[in-house]
């Protein structure tokens, strides 16, 4: 049984969206790059600003995280016209290439003058929609599916106005969006009819408003959280103050499970439930399905400390440190053979010889994908002295991939779709593996019964397209 060799072993969101209208002249660029800065966990490909101040509008993005692709020159540059309305991007690609063309926000040209996007989901019609666009002589640009939004609202404002320009765009498209859009007058939220992707309303002190995919974001900015954005819901936000729309009837909502599991933010609140009171619930809830005894309770370096913290907690098993973090590895760190390759899991994270050796530990992680992460922490420990290893997974089996707006495998690359409980225990080399249950983890989220969680059951808010072969 051989575990793929993919070292990038988690699953990554889509994007982040950042916007401000504001009432005051402010420097508004500024504070759109510390929201991308806040919002950096959801997307380092790339990273775009555009702004306004109602009759010029200037635009920056280029590949590479907030920090890479902005300085004070650039932020300088686009500041220079004191604008009024901004929204930025940051971008992790689940559609299209990574190309630079590829980098949002997008903009167009319509007859009510400049219009820009920002789109942090995945639309499951796109490709139709595209082709039908082009078959109507409509040129693209870039090959993300956030481009045939733009293309579609430019379509449907020959016509009519642009609220209800909007309204006919987001109600042909299927998937799932929370979407920014920026006019020389307007700024503009929308989530999807599931709610599947976050998004949030906040206040400045100055009067103005704030979008954003995640609360934490807004404290970066000095801005006082208000509300998240509902399923189906438009906000349209003006000099005449803000006004909601519902465009859709509401549904049950279908926010991703994932969020509180790895994607968010700890400090960020979505729907009423803190990432990390949750986090530390999901633990408890782990000692609860899965009553270990042990010497520590170790985490895997970021994604699992809570949860372990959680566990720990619960079973009055002490929490210590496994593994020390190798903190400057850059985004570009070079592994140019195979076996260097191997190796750059054991630069990144080292085991704490002196605190595992000897002891029997249980070792949680956030999720379990390929398993090859997994597979090399256990190694790496036992390696170091460790006696026995207990894997632990805060999160249920991930036996389905997913089209919503989240980077997965295809399913013959998930160790759980592929493997049973012994075969995945065998393949990893640790002496116990278990896993959260769904109830536990719905549970852990106030047990709130309203995610999508889909990537565990197949059970999805939303009809899965036709997938390539070898998904699911």
Request: with cysteine; glycine share 10%; hydrophobic share 35%.
């Amino acid at each position: 049984m051989k575990l793929t060799t993919n070292f990038d072993d988690s699953l990554h969101e889509a994007c982040g969206v950042f916007g401000i209208f504001s009432k005051k002249t402010i420097d508004l660029t500024s504070l759109i790059y510390y929201g991308l800065f806040s919002l950096q966990h959801r997307g380092q490909e790339g990273s775009g600003i555009v702004v306004t101040n109602g009759k010029l509008t200037e635009q920056y993005k280029d590949l590479g995280s907030t920090g890479e692709v902005f300085n004070k020159e650039i932020l300088a540059d686009l500041q220079r016209i004191k604008p009024k309305i901004g929204i930025g991007h940051v971008r992790y690609s689940t559609s299209g290439s990574k190309g630079v063309e590829n980098v949002q926000p997008l903009m167009t040209s319509t007859r009510i003058g400049l219009i820009a996007t920002a789109h942090n989901g995945n639309l499951t019609n796109s490709a139709k929609i595209r082709q039908a666009l082009e078959n109507g002589g409509a040129n693209f640009y870039t090959s993300v599916d956030s481009e045939s939004l733009l293309k579609l609202i430019s379509k449907h404002l020959k016509n009519c106005n642009l609220i209800n320009a909007i309204k006919k765009t987001i109600l042909q498209v299927k998937g799932s969006f929370s979407l920014l859009i920026m006019t020389n007058s307007q700024l503009i939220g929308v989530k999807d009819p599931y709610g599947i992707r976050p998004l949030c309303l906040g206040q400045l002190p100055d009067g103005g408003y704030v979008l954003s995919s995640e609360s934490c974001a807004l404290d970066g900015v000095g801005a006082k959280f208000v509300r998240d954005i509902k399923n189906g819901e438009m906000v349209v936000i003006s000099d005449k103050g803000i006004k909601s729309i519902m465009y859709a009837p509401r549904t049950k909502p279908h926010t991703c499970i994932f969020e509180y599991v790895y994607f968010a933010r700890p400090d960020s609140t979505i729907n009423g439930i803190n990432c990390y009171l949750s986090r530390l619930e999901q633990g408890r809830q782990l000692y609860n399905e899965h009553p270990l005894k042990a010497d520590m309770v170790i985490a895997a370096p970021d994604s699992g400390v809570h949860a372990g913290q959680g566990y720990a907690q619960a079973s009055q098993i002490p929490f210590g440190v496994g593994f020390i973090k190798n903190r400057y590895i850059a985004r570009t760190f070079i592994k140019p053979t195979q076996e260097l390759r191997e190796r750059s899991v054991y630069i990144k994270l080292n085991p704490l010889k002196i605190n595992v050796q000897g002891k029997d530990l249980i070792l949680v992680d956030d999720s379990i994908v390929r398993g090859t992460t997994s597979y090399y922490l256990v190694k790496a420990l036992k390696n170091a002295g460790a006696k026995k290893v207990y894997l632990l997974s805060a999160s249920p089996m991930i036996k389905h991939p997913c089209f919503l707006g989240i980077d997965t495998p295809t399913r013959e690359h998930l160790l759980a779709a592929k493997y049973n409980l012994v075969q995945m225990r065998k393949s990893i080399g640790c002496d116990y593996l278990g896993f959260l249950s769904i109830a536990g983890l719905i549970k852990a989220c106030n047990n709130q019964n309203t995610f999508c969680t889909g990537c565990f059951n197949g059970h999805y808010p939303i009809k899965p397209p036709k997938l390539h072969k070898g998904a699911n």
